[in-house]
């Protein structure tokens, strides 16, 4: 077979060298625009299993890279004066020009032929060769020339690197320096790759790179103003750039690329070209090396470069979105830093280190016991002011609000149970509640009980309107209060535009087939074309509606809530006015947020006036109506969240979507808790996270970075009552009480799961 390869980076390189080694009669060619030893930046990260990988498919390449390599386990964390530093992370770094020259000579070894300083031409002109590969990075022509198959799609992200090189040593540790400027925060991802030379990336926010006025500079002055601003961390050494044959600025955007297709005829994209990692997340070239790899091997065993090329981007395509997912996890951490920049040194660095949301609590325990048993303790020390001898995983700290203290910070989510008859809550809701109180968590919510007949979402869900709904409650908040540790929240709603409609397990959100009850909203503007019409509301409406939130309110305090909850997501009638999705209305109710939220507020201002002091209260929102920029984005949520606030909100529970039939949600684990983690850092609004959470490690990751106060896990509890209980006994942490009653079935489960696991947490 005769290859034609264009571009000799590590991806097109090792492709090479790959082919060569599973049939040396192939002629393969390599075209590289670059003299052999010119390459931009300096050095690469590569992790052990890519060192495998490499060392199956060429042992001798692997040799030479094995040699070549400079190690470190740790990583540090130079920030606000503060160096924290954490181990067991185990790094491998090699200079980018030795990785090449090692990748060329054994090319070279091999048979292959490489062209230096030789731009590729475009592929026509490689018709005679059977197989053509576009390996010319992130920027590839083979790519743009027939950008029509191909379909790249290119994400051109907000900030601003440039790729530099220091014989300052920071061969004890991945470095990250992070240093304030008089025009913004500026940082710096540092690592040694041999004997004496280190990478040294620096980066910013386009708009701090402006006011620093890069965009004006040489790479001459670029270079001296960095040493300037690391001065600190340079310890005199200079800073390099091996990037002056590069035309133009030194500094660049990290452009995400990934094809719809990866192959044409026998055209086939590699590496960069086809997909890329940010550099934050160290996996480029292991993704082109591994590419390389998979691609020879099709090459070699399938009976046509179809097949190949099938099978070849069906495993790759898998690995790439997975990288390609932690990376932007990594990516937007850095692009939203100024939200972080307010944390403490030790959680700046959790969620530094958990920040592409691979590594999670339990991992860190793993990397690097000691520093985590630190950070647990200081977590404990800020919420109770007092240094513990012995650390607790982060859920089962204490969390105090107003005159509540929960005794840890996960919450049974609301979750109506349409059991009611006219309201009033029975004995499925006393055992369904009373069952969760007994299983551990520090709050249980009731299900969104509703504050009107009409305000119903189905003719199943609860109320508190009516003498006997309170009488009802009050049973089951006396046996809470009595027989459990848990604290007990109402949810107050109204449905709007979406009530009278089926229970949750018959036809959700549909009309029911008889005996609807005529629904309100905002304006005139249907859930959907089968639900009904609402009334637009008049002002005396929402006077009346508001009394019947303050009526609701009054009763809860009589029966003794110790925590209130408004409803102000999901569609129903609160959200509907906050959503411009449905509410048009010209008056002060409509248009601008300000006034979409002016009834909302109404509402909470004058159920905060009833409901006592020394009780907190929640509301919960839809943070993202999944729907572009028509509905309402996580931007608008953090407006929201300060209204709230300013009106007397303790904490947002923030929840998304359900807001409109067109939403396009994106769902994944743990996937509204980065609306949390913005609220919480940017609003400085204290937040519940809720979806799709169920593991303990989930939970104690999200609190010990700051991304929520408290946890709310919903289908968890329909699943397992006593959750929590069965979380301690997985993190063999005993603080935690069992009712009396079942203390030798706490015995058993801890014995045994002693037996089966080897403890992953602490006493
Ligand atoms: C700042 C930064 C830091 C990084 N750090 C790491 C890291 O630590 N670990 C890691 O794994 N990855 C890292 N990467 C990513 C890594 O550099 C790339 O993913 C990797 O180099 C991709 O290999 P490639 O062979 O596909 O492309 P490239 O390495 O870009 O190679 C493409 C080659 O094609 C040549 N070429 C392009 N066009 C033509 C043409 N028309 N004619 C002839 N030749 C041409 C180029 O000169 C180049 O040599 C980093 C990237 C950046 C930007
Ligand atoms: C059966 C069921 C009923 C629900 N009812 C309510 C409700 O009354 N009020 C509310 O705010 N959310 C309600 N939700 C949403 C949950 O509180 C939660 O936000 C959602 O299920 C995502 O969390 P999870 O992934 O832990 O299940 C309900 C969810 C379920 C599964």
């Excluded at 540092?190 to 965009?215: H, K, L, M, N, P």
């Amino acid at each position: 077979m005769r290859a034609a390869v264009l571009g000799g980076g590590p991806g097109g390189l090792n492709f090479a060298i790959s082919l060569k080694l599973r049939d040396p009669a192939h002629d393969v060619l390599v075209i590289e625009r670059n003299r052999p030893g010119d390459t931009f930046g300096w050095g690469v990260v590569l992790s052990d299993e890519t060192l495998h990988k490499l060392e199956t498919n060429d042992p001798v390449s692997a040799k030479a890279i094995n040699e070549s390599f400079a190690y470190w386990d740790d990583i540090a964390v130079h920030y606000r004066g503060a160096v924290v530093r954490s181990g067991g992370h185990g790094f491998s770094g090699i200079s980018r020009k030795r990785l090449l020259a090692i990748l060329q000579e054994r090319a070279r070894a091999l048979g292959v032929t490489i062209r230096f300083e030789t731009e590729a031409e475009p592929v026509e002109a490689y018709r005679d060769y059977d197989l053509i590969v576009g390996a010319d990075g992130a920027n590839s022509r083979v790519r743009a020339a027939r950008a029509d198959v191909f379909q790249p799609d290119i994400d051109v992200r907000a900030c601003k690197y440039t790729w530099l090189g220091t014989h300052q040593k920071f061969d004890d540790a991945f470095t990250f320096i992070f240093e304030e400027t008089e025009h913004g925060w500026i940082w710096a991802h540092a690592y040694q790759f041999d004997a004496d030379t280190a990478t040294f990336i620096v980066e910013c926010s386009e708009a701090t790179w402006r006011r620093i006025g890069f965009e004006r500079m040489t790479t001459e002055e670029t270079i001296a103003a960095c040493e300037g601003i690391f001065a600190r961390n340079l310890g005199g050494h200079a800073l390099m750039s091996n990037a002056r044959h590069l035309r133009g600025s030194a500094w660049l955007n990290f452009n995400r690329v990934l094809c719809a297709h990866w192959s044409h005829d026998n055209i086939v994209l590699l590496g960069d070209a086809a997909a890329t990692a940010h550099f934050s997340v160290g996996s480029g070239s292991k993704l082109a090396m591994e590419s390389a790899i998979a691609l020879a091997n099709y090459v070699a065993s399938e009976p046509t470069l179809k097949d190949a090329f099938v099978r070849y981007e069906s495993e790759r395509r898998l690995e790439v979105l997975r990288l390609q997912n932690a990376a932007r996890n990594s990516t937007e951490w850095f692009e939203d830093i100024e939200r972080y920049l307010n944390l403490d040194p030790v959680q700046f660095n959790y969620s530094l280190l958990t920040r592409s949301q691979r590594i999670s609590h339990e991992n860190l325990r793993q990397r690097d016991a000691r520093w985590l048993d630190g950070a647990e303790k200081w977590f404990e020390e800020r919420a109770t002011g007092r240094r513990p001898n012995i650390s607790r995983p982060p859920m089962f700290v204490p969390f105090r609000v107003r005159g509540i203290e929960l005794k840890n910070r996960v919450c049974v989510s609301p979750m109506a149970q349409y059991k009611a008859k006219d309201g009033t809550p029975n004995d499925w809701h006393f055992v369904h509640y009373a069952e969760r109180a007994k299983g551990g968590a520090g709050l249980v919510f009731t299900e969104m009980t509703c504050v009107s007949p009409e305000g119903r979402i189905s003719p199943g869900c609860t109320g508190l309107y009516r003498e006997e709904h309170e009488g009802a409650w009050r049973r089951l908040v006396d046996f809470v209060h009595a027989e459990t540790e848990a604290k007990i929240a109402i949810q107050l709603g109204h449905s709007g535009p979406k009530g009278s409609t089926q229970l949750g397990w018959e036809e959700m959100d549909a009309p029911l087939p008889r005996d609807n009850w005529p629904v309100v909203g905002p304006s005139a503007v249907p859930w959907s074309p089968e639900n009904q019409m609402p009334r637009e509301l008049s002002h005396a409406d929402m006077d009346k509606i508001r009394e019947e939130f303050v009526r609701s309110a009054e009763m809860a305090a009589r029966i003794g809530f110790d925590w209130l909850e408004l409803h102000y997501a999901h569609g129903y009638l609160m959200s509907s006015f906050i959503t411009p999705l449905t509410n048009r209305r010209t008056d002060e109710y409509g248009g601008s947020l300000d006034n979409r939220m002016r009834f909302p507020l109404e509402v909470l201002r004058a159920v905060r006036r009833v409901w006592p002091d020394e009780k907190p209260m929640s509301v919960r929102i839809s943070a993202h109506d999944w729907v572009g920029r028509d509905g309402v984005q996580p931007q608008d949520a953090v407006a929201i969240a300060r209204l709230l606030a300013e009106n007397g909100v303790d904490l947002v529970d923030v929840s998304a979507g359900q807001t409109s039939k067109r939403a396009q949600p994106v769902y994944g684990r743990m996937f509204q808790t980065p609306f949390s983690d913005r609220i919480r850092n940017e609003a400085g609004v204290a937040t519940l996270s809720v979806g799709n959470i169920f593991e303990p490690d989930h939970v104690n990751s999200i609190l010990m970075a700051g991304r929520a106060d408290l946890v709310c896990l919903a289908r968890a509890h329909l699943a397992d009552p006593y959750w929590t209980l069965h979380a301690a006994a997985d993190l063999h942490y005993t603080g935690v009480n069992w009712p009396k009653p079942y203390w030798s079935g706490r015995d058993q489960l801890n014995r045994l799961k002693a037996r089966t696991e080897a403890p992953i947490g602490k006493v």
